[in-house]
Every structure is written in structure tokens, then in C-alpha cells.
């Protein structure tokens, strides 16, 4: 249904990966177009005569529906047509809802999904009680749906507190790696444009790999080793899609915090889409929506073998990376995309001189070694370590807080670290 327009061929394309991504066979398809939403049954009456038609001539089993509906909407459209009807938001939580395997994931999409029928409460929340005659489930005088929205009420409070429970841990393992300067790196971008494809040639991981929307719910987190030996974090992500629902933009903060706490963003884009740069604002407002609109980007074009285009890296007029062209799948260009990720991060970290008092040095000297943030290194006659590490900011003031610990500027003959430059290791660390 087209509203204020035509109905675009991709949209209508887009919908139907949708509804096989969630394992629906689409039998038949009723477009139309109109300039404002019908309170009743949001399309036209004589739309809505068609579509029970159809699902007669058809038999289909489910009638989905490429817009949000509201409960009466909904409601009026299924004792219509008298099958269950599934607007744009239900059908992709109902993805999420398969595609979840974490134990934290699965938590948030119940919870998206709960938050979703609240309004709702249709086919029964408490069908299985209403077998046992709801003895015992009942407070005095209430009704049915009263003890629907209490159950259910219950229910989204137990979910908040253990997902607040596991973000504190999640918290914990996240500060953990910001004690060791480690830059991060999120994959962001349109759903199906190829993050986990690239994920796993970037890393190595073993990621789920699939031509089918949504096929990435829980992040997963691996280090790479960037040109000159710097270490990264880099994250896979959820993918973005047009009218992502509220409910799962609320409900995923444990994948979408990768992308809102990471260093920079690699934009993921199907560089064979005709709509890439439709595509390309979809995702830019979901990151504005999750408080991540401001971080650096450098947008990676991708499936660039389905173009026949050669890899290519992209600069702005200052020289800084802003684009690179690769194929994840053919693993091409993939040593320029980590040249501009490199050249990226080398800007947020500069050279600081560190002494750290003997007591200190043993364990602060591995954690800034297996980071390979060291560039010089030296103890003093009284024991004290002095080293010179390329540190990103919040990093050095971080360090200036710890006891024994004095972190100095270096002087101007000193030049920034750059990209391809040397970093000292540790052989005790490198040989375990």
C-alpha cells in the first residue's frame, strides 16, 4: 500500500524477503495507494473486500500487511477476512523471534514483543490457564483482560530486570576491554548488505552467513590485527531496515551499544542496490535514533563483484579515508579497507610518555603490550618504568588517574604515530 504515492517494485521485493525470511510461502499480493490511512481497516472498504477475496480464493493461512497497524485496525481486518493478520512490526518481531540465540537476545525480543501487544491482548495471553478454568490466576472482581494485562504486566517486569542484570555484566566485560586501549570498530548497515560476510573475512570468525534478512541478531565481537601490528575490536551487528519497529530499537541495546560505544563505524552498503543512498539515510537516522549519529564513519561498498568494479579507496579533501569499495564474498579490497581503518584510528591516538612505578609496571606493561600500543620502552635506575605509547585520549586520562602511574606529553620533535609505523612486542607475550 502506497501512502501519498506509488508503490515502489523494491519495497514490495523487500517485503516479500521479509515474509520468506520468516518462513511464510507469499501466495498472492493486493497493492494499493492512498493518501491518508482508513481508521478501520486502514486501507478502503472495497480494498479490504478484495483482500478477503482473495485469501478465499487462495486459502492463504496469514494476511501480512507492509505498514504498522493499530489493535483495531488489525483487530477489524482479521473478523473480515478471517485469518490472523500481521502488520510490518509483528512480522519482524516474529524474525527476531526465531533468529535470536543468545540468552540475552532472546530476553529482548520478548520483550519487544510483549511491549508490542500490549495494546493488543488478541487470541488470548492466558490461553492455556483459561484450560484449567484460571483458578487461582484471578484477583477478586477481575475480568479476563484485566488479568491479561496484569500477567502480562508481570511478565515485562521480570524480562526488564534480567536484561538489567545482564547489561551490567555485558557493562562489566565492556569496561574491562576499555582498560586495555584497544580501539573499536562496529559493523553497521542496511539488512542483508553483507556485514557478516565481511565480518567473517575480516576476522575469521565463524559468523552466520545468509542471503536472507535478518540473519544477524547477536553481536559478536573478534580482534584484528590492523597494517604496523595496532590491535581492533570489531563488532557485527543487527542490520537496519526502513520503519525498523520502536520496540526492538528500544529492546536491542546489547547490539546496538556496540555501535553506539565503538571508535568509528564501518557503513555497510550493497553498492549493487539501485536505492544504496535511499539506503544509506535509513540507516544514518536508525544510528541518529540510537545515540550514535555523531561517531566517524567510513562507508564500505560492498558486493562490488556483482558491478564488475575494481576495489578502490575514496578521500575526502583533506586526504582522510571516507570509502572503499570491496567484494566480502571474493575478499576484495580488503587490505585497502584495513588501511582505512588504520589511517582512521591513528587520528584519535597520540604519543604519551608513561612512567610507571616498579610496584605497578608488571601487570600495566602486558595489558599496554598486548594492546601493541608501546613504541619505546625503557626502565631507569631506580626501577621505574618509561614507556612511549600511542594512546587515544579518554585512555590517557584513564591511566593519569591510576597511583603510581604519570603520563607526560612528549615534545614536539616527536611526530604522531602514523599508519605502517612500528610498534615494539613483547616476545614473552608473542611466544604464548
Not at 477475496?53 to 496469514?62: C, E, I, K, S
Not at 564500505?300 to 578521500?315: F, S, W
Request: glycine letters at 8%.
Amino acid at each position: 500500500m502506497g501512502l501519498g504515492g506509488p508503490v515502489e517494485q523494491e519495497d514490495l521485493d523487500e517485503f516479500a524477503q521479509l515474509a520468506e525470511s520468516a518462513g511464510v510461502e507469499p501466495v498472492a499480493t493486493v497493492t494499493g495507494r492512498r493518501d491518508r490511512p482508513e481508521p478501520r481497516f486502514f486501507v478502503g472498504s472495497g480494498k479490504a473486500e478484495e483482500i478477503r477475496q482473495v485469501v478465499a480464493d487462495t486459502g492463504g493461512d496469514v494476511v501480512l500487511v507492509d505498514h504498522a497497524l493499530s489493535p483495531s485496525q488489525e483487530r477489524n481486518l482479521e473478523k473480515l477476512v478471517g485469518r490472523r493478520v500481521l502488520d510490518r512490526n509483528a512480522l519482524i518481531l516474529d524474525i527476531f523471534a526465531q533468529r535470536a540465540r543468545s540468552h540475552e537476545g532472546k530476553l529482548e525480543v520478548e520483550l519487544a514483543q510483549l511491549r508490542h501487544i500490549a495494546s493488543r491482548l488478541v487470541r488470548g495471553w492466558t490461553h492455556l490457564e483459561r484450560q484449567k478454568g484460571g483458578i487461582g490466576l484471578r484477583g477478586p472482581g477481575e475480568t479476563q483482560l484485566e488479568t491479561d494485562r496484569r500477567l502480562l504486566g508481570e511478565r515485562v517486569r521480570v524480562l526488564t530486570r534480567r536484561l538489567e542484570k545482564l547489561k551490567q555484566q555485558r557493562e562489566t566485560g565492556r569496561q574491562r576491554r576499555v582498560e586495555i586501549p584497544i580501539p573499536s570498530v562496529a559493523l553497521v548497515g542496511y539488512t542483508n548488505a553483507g556485514k557478516s560476510t565481511l565480518f567473517r573475512a575480516l576476522t575469521g570468525a565463524d559468523a552466520y552467513v545468509a542471503d536472507q534478512l535478518f540473519a544477524t541478531l547477536d553481536p559478536l565481537v573478534r580482534r584484528v590485527v590492523l597494517p604496523g601490528g595496532s590491535p581492533v575490536v570489531v563488532a557485527d551487528t543487527v542490520g537496519f531496515i526502513r520503519e525498523l519497529p520502536h520496540e526492538l530499537v528500544a529492546a536491542f541495546q546489547s547490539t546496538l551499544t556496540e555501535a553506539r560505544e565503538a571508535t568509528l563505524l564501518l557503513h555497510v552498503i550493497d553498492a549493487s542496490d539501485p536505492r544504496r543512498d535511499e539506503r544509506i539515510d535509513q540507516v544514518n537516522s536508525v544510528l541518529e535514533e540510537v545515540g550514535a549519529g555523531t561517531l566517524p564513519q567510513v562507508r564500505v561498498y560492498n558486493k562490488i563483484d556483482r558491478l564488475g568494479a575494481a576495489p578502490q579507496l575514496e578521500r575526502d579533501a583533506a586526504g582522510q579515508p571516507v570509502a572503499v569499495w570491496v567484494s566480502a564474498a571474493k575478499r576484495e579490497g580488503l587490505a585497502l579497507l584495513l588501511q582505512a581503518i588504520a589511517e582512521r584510528l591513528s587520528r584519535f591516538a597520540r604519543p604519551v610518555r608513561l612512567r610507571i612505578e616498579p610496584a605497578r609496571a608488571g601487570a600495566l606493561r602486558a595489558r599496554l603490550f598486548a594492546s601493541g600500543v608501546v613504541r619505546e620502552e625503557r626502565t631507569a635506575p631506580d626501577g621505574t618504568l618509561e614507556l612511549v605509547a600511542a594512546l587515544p585520549e579518554a585512555q590517557q586520562l584513564e591511566l593519569a588517574r591510576m597511583a603510581g602511574v604519570e603520563v607526560s606529553e612528549l615534545p614536539a620533535p616527536v611526530q604522531t604515530c602514523a599508519p605502517g609505523d612500528g610498534y615494539l612486542q613483547s616476545g614473552a607475550l608473542r611466544a604464548s
